[in-house]
């Protein structure tokens, strides 16, 4: 556009905005006046503008569309705020001042793959989080089971940022509720922390993420930065509300689910099984979901009498990741060479050795033991999880709690090390397992498809598989396998146990009754013992493999 048409131009508009008030102001003259003012005007000279003014009215009304149209586009793609949608996927999207997305970026391949499908640039910040959760939802990034949802917001206006704070969780949880998903939503406003920026930058985590971790690691100092990176945002949800950890400035909303793992009531199980310590015995108990190198535990600790016992538990697994007990009681003298070296005697069978020690388990399976300690394995500490609880592992993790069949369990040593062998059928197929008999680890399975005929399972009174000549009327019929009944403790053994818990001696109770009964479809046992003392009730079950007092009632 050339100098004299903007000088056109300006002058139309000028002419179009103002009013003409000059043919007004004359009729409100008599004749003489009106005459006067006509003749004055014509003998004025006019004044002619000069060039350079020209130049310089042309260039001040460019530079005013410039400055308009400039500032108009600035507020349409700066960004002033940032909203990062933390899952497992990682989302951040950047808001202009009118809320609209001006930049969405993935933090990870699947964050990228999953916004390659969104069109969210211009989009409100509202719609643009609706189609990031509804894409979450399709892509199962977020379930019943996976519910936690971090959403940090960075805004250099304090009251701005909380208000799109609470903004997004309230839309957060409206698209996971319409969807039938319960959210817990952790939500924080991040500041600029020079040291939290590194720390994301060194893990490849969003700035969300490291500042949420930061803070928890400096209130728990057993929690390791690098480890809890690793994690999902569930997972680190769940570690923050077990340890009760009061995180200043992040906000929770909802429950957290914890379906992916085993809880808290079976991690004790385990731990009392594992230990022979009854849970009615245990004295300053504590059970927290904890990480170690990036994987899930359940960390626990309890006491009975002067032994002190803590116990890490795989918290999918339910395998025995490490333990360890200290148990203060007068022990043998030791040598100067066994003191030095820091190494023990261990013992089998009914030893009462004492001492104190950690176990230890690779991600192999191996486990390593240090310090001067042993085991004690009468119906106090035992080095082994028992058939039960090998069992147990076996069909916890082939999800065959229920309708398995054809069980058989068998403990054999391969290259010096203790596993359990178990064998079910179950939903068509026959499943092999190989648990390590010390930390309850599954090392090898293994789920071979029956044929067709095979895949219904037995009637009862076809289970007897053995070819030997059938036993005497008036003995019981053998079981399938030998070894399931090899070791069991007496009846006088379990009666004596039932006794001593309940601080009672035989003359003094009635109705006492000891029966063999079978667990896990007949393949284990355990004592039933029953017995009455001044109108009360006793009830024991007691493992007849180890003396475990599994459960007790009075009634």
Same mark, same amino acid.
């Given at each position: ?5 903007? !000088? ?77 949608l ?8 950047r ?22 499908k ?10 643009? *989080? ?18 936690? *949802? ?8 304090e ?8 903004k ?21 406003v ?33 929690l ?17 509300? !077990? ?20 809880g ?14 009854p ?28 032994q ?22 007068? !022990?043998?003298?030791?040598? /100067? ?5 820091g ?26 033991g ?12 035992? /080095? ?29 040593k ?16 026959? =499943?092999? =397992? ?12 293994l ?22 000549k ?9 079981? !399938? ?9 007496s009846?006088?053994?379990?009666k ?6 309940a ?17 896990f ?16 009730? =006793? ?5 007849? =493999? ?10």
């Amino acid at each position: 556009m050339h100098e004299k048409d903007i !000088t056109e131009r300006l002058k139309l508009a000028v002419q179009e905005a103002t009013p003409d008030v000059f043919s007004h102001i004359l009729t409100s003259l008599d004749a003489k006046e009106r005459t006067a003012a006509l003749l004055d005007i014509q003998d004025k000279p006019r004044k002619r503008t000069s060039p350079v003014m020209k130049r310089l009215a042309a260039a001040a009304a460019v530079l005013l569309v410039l400055v308009t149209g400039g500032w108009a586009a600035f507020s349409r793609y700066n960004a002033v705020a940032t909203v990062e949608l933390d899952v497992n996927p990682c989302i951040t999207l950047r808001t202009n001042r009118k809320n609209a997305i001006v930049a969405a970026d993935g933090m990870n391949p699947e964050a990228q793959t999953l916004l390659s499908k969104l069109d969210l640039k211009n989009k409100s910040i509202d719609t643009g *989080v609706k189609s990031v959760f509804l894409s979450l939802l399709a892509e199962h990034y977020i379930d019943e089971n996976q519910n936690s *949802v971090l959403v940090s917001i960075a805004n250099s206006n304090e009251k701005r940022g909380a208000q799109l704070q609470q903004k997004m969780v309230s839309q957060v949880q409206t698209v996971l509720h319409s969807n039938h998903v319960e959210a817990a939503v952790i939500s924080q406003v991040i500041p600029s922390d020079k040291r939290v920026q590194e720390l994301a930058a060194q893990n490849g985590i969003s700035l969300g993420k490291a500042t949420l971790i930061d803070k928890m690691v400096s209130q728990d100092g057993n929690l390791n930065f690098k480890d809890v990176a690793k994690l999902s945002i569930n997972d680190i949800s769940l570690i923050a509300q !077990t340890k009760n950890l009061e995180l200043n400035g992040i906000s929770f909303s909802g429950s957290t689910n914890s379906g992916n793992y085993i809880g808290e009531d079976s991690a004790k199980a385990i731990a009392s099984t594992h230990a022979g310590v009854p849970l009615l015995q245990w004295k300053n108990a504590s059970c927290t979901l904890d990480c170690r190198g990036g994987e899930m535990i359940y960390s626990l600790s309890f006491a009975r009498g002067t032994q002190n016992f803590s116990y890490e538990i795989d918290a999918k697994s339910g395998a025995v990741v490490s333990h360890q007990n200290d148990v203060q009681q007068p !022990t043998k003298p030791v040598t /100067p060479s066994q003191a030095n070296s820091g190494s023990g005697s261990t013992t089998s069978g009914t030893g009462s050795n004492t001492g104190s020690g950690t176990s230890t388990v690779s991600p192999t399976g191996s486990t390593s033991g240090t310090g001067s300690g042993t085991k004690r394995t009468n119906n106090v500490f035992s /080095p082994l999880i028992g058939l039960a609880r090998a069992t147990e592992i076996a069909l916890t993790h082939a999800k065959a709690l229920v309708g398995a069949y054809g069980l058989s369990v068998d403990a054999s040593k391969e290259d010096g090390k203790e596993i359990y062998t178990v064998t079910f059928k179950s939903d068509g197929k026959r =499943y092999t =397992y190989k648990i390590d008999a010390v930390s309850g680890r599954v090392l090898d399975w293994l789920a071979e498809q029956l044929e067709p005929e095979s895949t219904k399972k037995p009637p009862a009174t076809k289970r007897e598989t053995t070819t030997k000549k059938p036993e005497p009327p008036t003995q019981k019929p053998t079981t !399938t396998k030998q070894n399931t009944t090899r070791g069991l403790i007496s009846a006088g053994k379990a009666k004596e146990i039932a006794l001593n818990h309940a601080k009672l001696k035989e003359k003094d109770v009635s109705k006492l009754d000891v029966e063999l009964d079978r667990r896990f479809f007949g393949v284990l046992y355990q004592y039933e013992v029953v017995f009455s003392y001044q109108g009360k009730k =006793y009830q024991y079950d007691i493992d007849a =493999y180890n003396g475990y007092i599994i459960d007790s009632q009075v009634e």
